[in-house]
């Protein structure tokens, strides 16, 4: 540490920092654009000099770096005539359209240039003009005359997001911001650009002309998106959310979001909203219904099939994204009705997975613990799509020396370096497992464990335990792929002795915004239960789904429908029409994440509750509030909470740490290779559940772009033909026909193809053999 002085009061920095820091930490503002706390030092846009003693000139603040016993003055004669000349430059081409403009009213320039700037310019020239640039449907570049070159949005692509899109061409007033040979940004965190923008080059496409910034009431909440639970502020004018920017929280999603939790709210008002309960006709056609009337059917309902065939035959399914009170409220309903038949997780196809694992599986650390691993071995994850900015903090520990390793059946690109990678058929994800750890005992001089004999280690799977065994702080994480396949406990169990072998963390990148909490709510089967999967696999006689669209959120959407089909009565607790009016015979419209309050709890097990931020549309309810009176017309006991908070406090009990385990009960072993060729299922970042998916913006993304039968040029080659080619696709459940795509990163013998399409929903399971032929 060494000490200074900052406008006549001492502080200490530590060494090596900038003095814009140690004047943060002080509490004195030192104007600035260019300069962005996670960010590297550019110090191009000047605003931030200061008066250093002994210095012949005025210092930039940002690249300054602090010395013992410096004296700087930020509000001097000399650093104020700086700043305000440095100011004049910046406005000289800069445009005087601020009433037009939709960054008026938090602009960094618009602030700076009342305090720093001229009552008139003595520029009289043209002021220059710059052609916008098509960044895609999320980003709006209409106005980048308004640019000042801080290129705070190159070093945040670079830097954060780990691809450099953007760039700048020319030099001087000649010079702009702009995109690599006209392509769009497709960055999953290309929106954070907007937010560190000083002025109103970029904006959001979305949002642009839509509410002027002072009219916007500002709420806290939390993303339902995935297992991070990213802190929000939801901006909302007339009870209609307009807006998401990030809240920052240090320990969670630091200051970033990514673009599915920015520009999700886009699917909140569609056509396809729900607005009324409706009820199904004897003559099959939907009609609206008040309240009263819609309850009175679900509980005349589901009281006729457990009178004539028994509660076990009432199944309650739920999501990922629905929130710990709705979770509970479900579970309490199925169980006081007399069934056990409850569940959240619907790609979990395993039936051998709830038994395996003891507690309630977590990521088995801090997220913010991220950034300190110095090796990691990720298995069965499109990290990028899957987990956006836990991949975002293991890129900035990859940077200071973290070594990644992978173990997948599609090799992306993280963006990051990849220490070593093993890519293979998803069947045989547990055999890579084995090889690893059979690689680290001979290194380690140890017998083989019996279940291994004869494995034989690859050149990949030893670089993965040369890396594993030569760090202290080790982890290894199963991904989303992982925990779906028909395998997982198999996956599970090896992970697991891998872990343990190298003195490693053990966890879960979970998926959902709620996988946590819907464990400790208890909305898992009991004893004697049918799980998600076995649920959707033969017909019960009724069924309360809720916030779910088994459809396209489950394994096997195609079949799931049918089954719902096949169902004597099916109840859907959902806000999208379309999401159950094929097989529900009542829909209650409930309120998404902004217009109910509730809670989530993240992979780390942190529990964080928020509030709605919009009033409720039309008629729509929270869906606690549906679920707690549907148990009071049953006339049950235990439903009398009046408050989300009651519910909440029922399940955190005793609080969560000594609930969450990831120790694994199953047994090691291997797995027997399948013959043909095999299903590489992955759920693309934009098709992740009912919101995102209505999203328009997100939809016209390249990520959201229809699926193709994507393979390796020798699984072409076996095949005969060549990507472009139309392929029927043929698996045990039905056909598609979809345009074949070289991709090398796809495993040999594999085809993947993206699952949540409706035009692969007739392939079924995401797991098993494919047939393909030319169309």
């Known amino acids: 540490?060494?000490?200074?002085?900052?406008?006549?009061?001492?502080?200490?920095?530590?060494?090596?920092?900038?003095?814009?820091?140690?004047?943060?930490?002080?509490?004195?503002?030192?104007?600035?654009?260019?300069?962005?706390?996670?960010?590297?030092?550019?110090?191009?846009?000047?605003?931030?000099?200061?008066?250093?003693?002994?210095?012949?000139?005025?210092?930039?603040?940002?690249?300054?770096?602090?010395?013992?016993?410096?004296?700087?003055?930020?509000?001097?004669?000399?650093?104020?005539?700086?700043?305000?000349?440095?100011?004049?430059?910046?406005?000289?081409?800069?445009?005087?359209?601020?009433?037009?403009?939709?960054?008026?009213?938090?602009?960094?320039?618009?602030?700076?240039?009342?305090?720093?700037?001229?009552?008139?310019?003595?520029?009289?020239?043209?002021?220059?003009?710059?052609?916008?640039?098509?960044?895609?449907?999320?980003?709006?570049?209409?106005?980048?005359?308004?640019?000042?070159?801080?290129?705070?949005?190159?070093?945040?692509?670079?830097?954060?997001?780990?691809?450099?899109?953007?760039?700048?061409?020319?030099?001087?007033?000649?010079?702009?911001?702009?995109?690599?040979?006209?392509?769009?940004?497709?960055?999953?965190?290309?929106?954070?650009?907007?937010?560190?923008?000083?002025?109103?080059?970029?904006?959001?496409?979305?949002?642009?002309?839509t509410a002027r910034s002072w009219e916007l009431a500002r709420r806290r909440s939390v993303s339902p998106h995935d297992s991070l639970g990213a802190n929000l502020v939801v901006q909302a004018k007339m009870d209609r959310v307009m807006r998401v920017v990030p809240f920052e929280n240090e320990d969670v999603n630091e200051c970033w979001i990514s673009d599915r939790d920015r520009f999700s709210y886009e699917g909140l008002y569609t056509e396809d909203r729900l607005a009324h309960p409706m009820i199904r006709g004897e003559d099959g056609q939907w009609r609206e219904a008040s309240w009263s009337d819609a309850l009175q059917v679900v509980v005349h309902g589901l009281n006729t099939v457990r009178d004539q065939f028994g509660a076990e035959q009432i199944g309650g399914i739920g999501s990922h994204n629905a929130t710990v009170e709705e979770l509970a409220l479900l579970a309490r309903l199925v169980r006081a009705l007399g069934s056990e038949n409850v569940d959240f997780r619907l790609r979990t196809i395993d039936p051998a997975f709830g038994k395996a694992v003891a507690g309630v599986p977590w990521l088995g650390m801090p997220i913010a613990d991220l950034g300190t691993l110095d090796r990691v071995l990720v298995v069965g994850s499109f990290m990028r799509k899957d987990h956006p900015l836990m991949a975002q903090r293991l890129r900035q520990a990859a940077k200071?020396?973290?070594?990644?390793?992978?173990?997948?059946?599609?090799?992306?690109?993280?963006?990051?370096?990849?220490?070593?990678?093993?890519?293979?058929?998803?069947?045989?994800?547990?055999?890579?497992?084995?090889?690893?750890?059979?690689?680290?005992?001979?290194?380690?001089?140890?017998?083989?464990?019996?279940?291994?004999?004869?494995?034989?280690?690859?050149?990949?799977?030893q670089q993965i335990a040369a890396s594993l065994s030569s760090g202290e702080r080790v982890a290894v994480l199963l991904g989303n792929m992982a925990v779906a396949s028909d395998q997982a406990s198999l996956i599970a169990a090896n992970a697991s002795a891998l872990a343990q072998a190298a003195g490693a963390k053990f966890g879960f990148l979970t998926p959902g915004a709620n996988t946590v909490g819907g464990y400790l709510a208890g909305a898992t089967p009991g004893e004697g239960g049918l799980s998600a999967e076995q649920m959707l696999a033969q017909p019960l006689k009724a069924y309360l789904v809720l916030h779910a669209e088994p459809a396209l959120d489950s394994d096997n959407g195609a079949r799931a429908i049918e089954v719902l089909k096949a169902a004597g009565f099916a109840v859907a607790l959902t806000s999208f029409k379309s999401a159950a009016q094929d097989w529900a015979d009542v829909m209650l419209p409930i309120a998404p994440f902004t217009e109910t309050s509730g809670t989530f709890i993240n992979a780390e097990g942190r529990a964080q509750s928020f509030k709605g931020v919009a009033a409720p549309f039309a008629d729509t309810r929270p869906a606690w509030k549906v679920l707690r009176v549907l148990g009071n017309l049953f006339q049950l006991q235990g439903f009398d909470d009046e408050t989300s908070e009651s519910v909440r406090e029922t399940v955190m009990v005793g609080g969560t740490d000594g609930r969450l385990s990831n120790d694994i009960t199953a047994a090691i072993g291997l797995a027997g290779k399948r013959e043909g060729l095999e299903r590489v299922a992955d759920v693309p970042i934009y098709r992740s559940d009912a919101l995102v998916r209505r999203s328009q913006p997100l939809q016209e993304t390249a990520a959201s772009q229809a699926p193709r039968a994507r393979m390796a040029a020798s699984t072409l080659a076996g095949l005969g033909v060549e990507s472009g080619d139309a392929l029927r696709i043929g698996s045990a459940q039905g056909q598609a026909t979809l345009a074949a795509l070289l991709d090398d990163t796809v495993a040999p013998g594999c085809v993947r193809i993206a699952t949540a399409f409706n035009e692969t929903l007739a392939l079924g399971s995401g797991f098993g053999q494919l047939t393909v032929e030319r169309a």
Request: glycine share 8%; aromatic share 6%; hydrophobic share 45%.
């Open 400 to 461: 200071h020396g973290t070594q990644i390793s992978f173990i997948d059946s599609a090799a992306e690109d993280p963006l990051f370096p990849v220490t070593a990678r093993m890519t293979v058929a998803p069947s045989v994800l547990p055999n890579a497992l084995a090889e690893v750890q059979a690689a680290l005992a001979k290194a380690k001089g140890l017998a083989i464990p019996q279940a291994y004999a004869g494995v034989e280690p690859s050149l990949a799977a």
């Open 1 to 209: 540490m060494v000490e200074l002085t900052i406008d006549g009061i001492k502080v200490e920095a530590p060494e090596g920092s900038m003095v814009i820091q140690a004047a943060h930490k002080l509490g004195v503002y030192v104007p600035h654009f260019c300069y962005h706390k996670k960010l590297s030092i550019a110090a191009n846009c000047r605003m931030c000099l200061v008066d250093v003693e002994k210095a012949p000139k005025a210092l930039p603040a940002c690249a300054t770096p602090v010395t013992n016993g410096m004296v700087v003055h930020t509000r001097s004669d000399k650093a104020i005539a700086a700043q305000k000349s440095v100011m004049e430059f910046l406005l000289i081409n800069h445009p005087l359209d601020c009433p037009v403009c939709d960054q008026g009213g938090e602009c960094q320039l618009q602030d700076l240039a009342v305090g720093y700037g001229a009552s008139a310019s003595r520029y009289q020239e043209p002021k220059r003009v710059v052609v916008g640039k098509s960044m895609g449907p999320l980003i709006s570049t209409d106005a980048m005359q308004r640019c000042i070159h801080c290129t705070r949005c190159v070093r945040f692509g670079e830097e954060i997001g780990g691809i450099m899109e953007i760039g700048m061409l020319n030099r001087g007033e000649f010079a702009e911001i702009t995109t690599f040979v006209g392509q769009a940004v497709e960055s999953e965190l290309s929106g954070n650009m907007i937010d560190i923008c000083p002025v109103g080059a970029l904006l959001s496409k979305p949002f642009k002309f």
